[in-house]
């Protein structure tokens, strides 16, 4: 049936629609080259771990108290975000408002408690080659918590002018998408420099 | 307030003999004349002629530098050159070849094709699309200002630690190379988000996965590659100019980094690039030989699976340009294994190229000239390539003139051949004018002998041990009449280059007046006028198989319909089809001409120059440019469809 013998006249949306629109695809697309970056990343530390080397690998057990309530922090905003998309979809504006907001605060509780770790560590970005792949992991994930912050603020703007809704809600999906996307990152990562020297003890 | 329309059934209309439906879409589609039309245009039809010319420029500087080696090689002890400035040309010439030449001349090709093939009238994302160009543009000018101060890199294209370290090479050299790569890459990896949304989402109706064009699944392919590899060797510079001006260790092996990582992460990107810089040019080949044959294409699903295939070994080969590194030897069995059988698919694409031709009845144009030499080359690049990836033969020939020649077979044989070919071919389309056909061989000729007497000879000078990027060597070696040869070669193929140079010249002037279809093709780039309109079809044309005007020749009826379809005219407007199947989905609204593009990447290449001089207060303001730009950029428009509501 899929062979198009002859165009059939039919009702089609107009413009950029859910996940028919082009920003969507581009969003997904964006998101498989973003994951390989952050492959790419935890591969270095992976293979720079498994070397030979001089010191002890991590210099200390890394503490879980700051960490793993905040990676919590993290999940809830994403669905804080899932909320707020649904409102769009449902031309629900205070649902819409509500939850982008919340996702906003929930991300900048998540940063500013990062902060704090990066300060409580005992060793820096130029100390080892352990320094230097910690702060660059976190780094540029916290770079994109940072834009995907920037990303949701204009949303709210936007949300806020009542530009959304039932029938064009791409731009809070193309959004939401890519928040879940820096929450998934973030367990990768966690799981790599905060549970494996659980697993496999330092060496 | 204009009521929003949400939804629409579109007219189904003929194309012929509607002059007031072209005039209309003129008036959305066509640039404005002038300057500012020529800053802010994302017609793709222009962008792609433009990545064409801007690459063989880079072909030309890559050419100029390596003629100077040349000539310091021509003959033992030479003066030309000192060390230091041939370190700094052979480094230029190979960064240049393969990251500002071989994928843009082929993006080039891609961004003006793929929509006239695919049967829309742009790409996905237009403005994206004049971006890329120009972060590609100014990615070179900002590599090629290093030659300005005396600077250029210097440690060779693969750029290998130590050698590249702070403590090693103190100038500015190397930064050049790590800030040009990073921002051409934003460029690389964003053309193939576009080109992937492209074929995916913006088919005629009717072109389901089976009916993609052969050149379709290349470009794709290559898209998606592109997109998995860039962010290794993005990241891999990054880390490198940390460790230069930030202090960190990632490959320092004093304070626990490792200098095998950069080796990694760089193959990890560099030999998935090899491929990728040579099988779009091999599925232009599968398109047009086919047209030069008068049959379609033998064996399309296996040249369109050994493409994929290809690719997708490309990323397991990455270990076998480390065989000289001491690795373990069940990796080096298997990744030496990998090496051998990529080789598969590559004999398939072969042996259906023969077979079209064996089965088909050849018109012996230079186009064709071009593809016959391209497959007679590919044999020996695939055979010297398959030689180096048996562990032992690779210990031995390892950094001579025997991988230079492999290189060049591999680069300008299944490259630059199939490019020529290719712009023998698609020049009637995109001038409106043909090539001549006499100076046309002629070139082919002095590309075809210059460049085997040029490369074929440093085969042998490695078989006898000349080592790769010396300067010069002393005459008891017995390499000098080999290396004559070579110079010379080198330059019978520059002169050939330059005979097609003319013949573009001269023919934009006085070529034969082509015709929509010159060569009496069967894809839907020959459906529309040469050149193409502006909007490409007036009215969205119904594909039902791979040759859709050649249906009645084939003794098929006639089902594909290039001139009746879907007439979407309220506006710059194209249509989106589903992903496999390719039946209607959505009309999208497209982009109209914008300066924001140029702006953007004007405000990116002030953050990689801020970057480079090391001035933060620059930096943090063209980050803030970056930023105020993309939220223009972005803003959701009532025009393009993105909101619904009330609107100030
Ligand atoms: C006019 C045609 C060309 C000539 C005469 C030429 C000549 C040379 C020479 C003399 C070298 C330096 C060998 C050494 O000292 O190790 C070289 C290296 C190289 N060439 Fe070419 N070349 C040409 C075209 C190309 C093209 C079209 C490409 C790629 C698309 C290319 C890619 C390379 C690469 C990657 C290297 C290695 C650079 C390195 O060692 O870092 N060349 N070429």
Not at chain 2, 72 to 101: K, R, S
Not at chain 2, 251 to 257: E, H, L, M, Q, R
Not at chain 2, 471 to 479: A, I, R, V
Not at chain 2, 532 to 541: M, R, T
Request: hydrophobic letters at 50%.
């Amino acid at each position: 049936m899929s062979l198009v013998e002859e165009v059939q006249p039919r009702r089609l949306p107009v413009g950029s629609v859910g996940h028919h629109a082009t920003g969507w695809w581009a969003m997904l697309c964006g998101i498989v080259t973003e994951g390989a970056l952050f492959g790419y990343l935890l591969f270095s530390y992976y293979y720079s771990a498994m070397q030979p080397h001089t010191e002890l690998w991590p210099p200390e057990l890394p503490h879980l108290s700051l960490a793993l309530p905040n990676t919590i922090v993290l999940l809830v905003s994403s669905g804080a975000i899932w909320f707020g998309e649904r409102g769009a979809k449902r031309g629900n504006a205070s649902e819409e408002l509500l939850g982008t907001a919340a996702a906003i605060i929930l991300g900048i509780i998540f940063v500013t408690v990062q902060f704090f770790e990066w300060h409580n560590k005992p060793f820096s970005i130029q100390s080892s080659a352990y320094g230097s792949l910690y702060f660059t992991i976190t780094g540029f994930h916290m770079a994109h918590v940072m834009v995907g912050l920037l990303i949701l603020l204009a949303i709210l703007i936007w949300c806020w002018r009542g530009y959304f809704g039932p029938h064009r809600h791409a731009y809070v999906s193309i959004a939401a998408i890519y928040w879940h996307f820096i929450d998934i990152v973030w367990l990768a990562v966690f799981f790599t420099i905060y549970v494996t020297p659980y697993l496999t003890g330092r060496s | 307030m204009t009521e929003i329309e949400y939804d629409r059934v579109p007219k189904v209309a003929e194309a012929s003999g509607r002059p007031e439906l072209s005039a209309r879409l003129r008036s959305f589609w066509e640039s404005k004349p002038g300057l500012y039309g020529w800053l802010a245009t994302v017609d793709h039809k222009t962008l792609g002629i433009r990545y064409i010319v801007t690459a063989f420029v880079f072909l030309g500087l890559g050419g100029i530098e390596a003629l100077i080696m040349r000539i310091q090689l021509a003959q033992p002890n030479e003066h030309v050159l000192t060390p230091e400035e041939y370190n700094q040309l052979f480094t230029m010439h190979g960064i240049t070849m393969i990251l500002w030449y071989a994928l843009p001349i082929l993006t080039g090709f891609s961004v003006y094709l793929q929509p006239l093939l695919l049967g829309c009238r742009d790409m996905a994302l237009p403005r994206l699309n004049a971006f890329t160009y120009w972060v590609f543009l100014f990615s070179g000018i900002f590599l090629y200002t290093s030659f300005l101060i005396g600077a250029a890199p210097d440690a060779g294209w693969f750029n290998y630690v130590p050698l590249a370290s702070i403590e090693q090479d103190p100038g500015p050299n190397i930064d050049f190379y790590a800030m040009a790569n990073i921002f051409l890459g934003i460029s690389t990896t964003l053309g193939g988000v576009n080109f992937i949304v492209t074929i995916l989402r913006f088919r005629a109706p009717g072109m389901s996965i089976n009916r993609l064009p052969i050149m379709s699944w290349g470009t794709l392919t290559i898209s998606v590659a592109s997109v998995l590899s860039i962010p290794a060797v993005s990241l891999a510079f990054f880390l490198l100019w940390m460790d230069r001006h930030f202090g960190t260790h990632f490959f320092d092996p004093a304070t626990g980094g490792q200098p095998l990582l950069w080796q990694h992460l760089f193959w990890l990107w560099g030999h998935p690039w090899v491929y990728i810089i040579v099988l779009p040019a091999l599925s232009m080949v599968s398109q047009a030989l086919p047209v030069c044959c008068r049959r379609p294409l033998v064996g399309y699903s296996l040249v369109a699976l050994a493409t994929v295939l290809t690719m997708v070994l490309g990323f397991g080969v990455w270990l076998h340009h480390m065989f000289a590194t001491g690795l373990p030897t069940m990796a080096l069995a298997f990744f030496s294994a990998v090496s051998l059988v990529i080789a598969i698919p590559s004999a398939v694409s072969l042996f259906a190229w023969l077979a079209t031709i064996w089965t088909g009845r050849p018109d012996f144009t230079t186009a064709f000239y071009f593809f016959a030499g391209f497959i007679i080359v590919f044999v020996i690049g695939g055979v010297s390539g398959f030689m180096t990836a048996s562990v032992p033969v690779d210990w031995q020939l390892t950094d001579t003139y025997f991988v230079v020649a492999h290189i060049h077979y591999v680069l300008i044989g299944w490259n630059l051949f199939a490019v020529l070919g290719a712009l023998y071919h698609w020049f009637p389309k995109m001038s409106g004018r043909m090539l001549d056909e006499t100076l046309g061989k002629i070139s082919f000729w002095f590309v075809f002998i210059g460049f085997n007497v040029g490369f074929f000879p440093m085969h042998i000078s490695g078989l006898l041990g000349m080592p790769r990027r010396i300067y010069t060597y002393s005459p008891e070696m017995g390499w000098s009449t080999l290396n004559l040869i070579t110079s010379i070669g080198s330059f019978v193929l520059a002169i050939g280059l330059l005979i097609t140079l003319v013949n573009v010249v001269r023919s934009l002037r006085v070529g034969r007046i082509a015709g929509p279809n010159p060569w009496d093709a069967d894809t839907l780039e020959w459906s529309t006028s040469s050149p193409p309109p502006p909007y490409n079809f007036a009215v969205i044309p119904t594909v039902a198989s791979r040759s859709p005007l050649w249906e009645a020749r084939l003794g098929e009826p006639q089902r594909s319909q290039p001139e009746r379809g879907f007439v979407l005219d309220h506006g710059k407007e194209t249509l989106g089809t589903t992903m496999l199947d390719a039946v209607p989905d959505v009309i999208v609204k497209m982009p109209e001409d914008s300066l924001v593009p140029l702006l953007l990447s004007l405000a990116l290449a002030a953050l990689f120059t801020t970057m480079m001089l090391e001035a933060w207060w620059w930096l943090a303001a063209s980050a803030i440019a970056i930023l105020v730009i993309t939220v223009a950029w972005l803003w959701p428009r009532q025009s393009l469809g993105e909101i619904e509501g009330s609107t100030p």
